[in-house]
């Protein structure tokens, strides 16, 4: 009914997800959760996105996960987001925690590092299509709430973690390059998804820049 609702009184450019949490991992529950979103859009509702929630609330956890831990592996969370993709729907992390699991130097280094590697795997994933973070300033979220899980401390200086995601996505997943045209002006590389600005010289020698996808 509320699908209902909202497809009836919001504009038609309005995207819906859905949005779950708690299923810590559990495949019999992430396999249920496919289901209902399976059934939502059979019967007609628009869901253009598909929620997955992934936090990491405990302190002592992420310490586990940086001691090696068989917790949160890279094959546990390709397998999650596996069966989750099999509802054929885009799919938005619409909210994930990445706690420090000490304010010193070197707990902030393991929550850049871990912060770094799950983010790599969940750009990985062909159906991923946004990553959203919960608690973006230290001490901010609800009540219980690890208060050492921001990318920004209190003050609004950035943390380990903050920079380690900058590297990321204005560097990393940024494909710039030179490329030499063949003899019928082609050219090809292996590059990011995305939008290009391509700068080029035409026959006449003048610059040109054109927009791809």
Known sequence: KSYR???????????????????RYDITKIRRYVEIVRDLTDRGAKVDYMGVQMHIFNI????????????????QVREYLGWASQAGLPLHLSEITITAPSPDERGLMIQAIITQQLYRLWFSQEKMMG?????????????????????????????????????????EWKTNLAVKADEQGKVQFRGFKGKYRITYKDKRGKVQTMEYE
């Open 5 to 23: 609702w909202a497809m009836k009184y919001f504009p038609k450019n309005v995207t819906f997800n859905t949005n779950e949490c708690n299923l």
């Open 131 to 171: 990553i959203t973070w919960w608690n973006v300033v230290d001490g901010c979220g609800a009540k219980k709430e690890p208060t050492v899980s921001g990318l920004f401390n209190r003050d609004m200086t950035a943390k380990p973690s903050y920079y380690a995601l900058d590297q990321l996505i204005n560097h």
């Open 60 to 75: 002592k956890l992420c310490q586990a996960i940086a001691d090696g831990a068989k917790i949160q592996t890279p094959s």
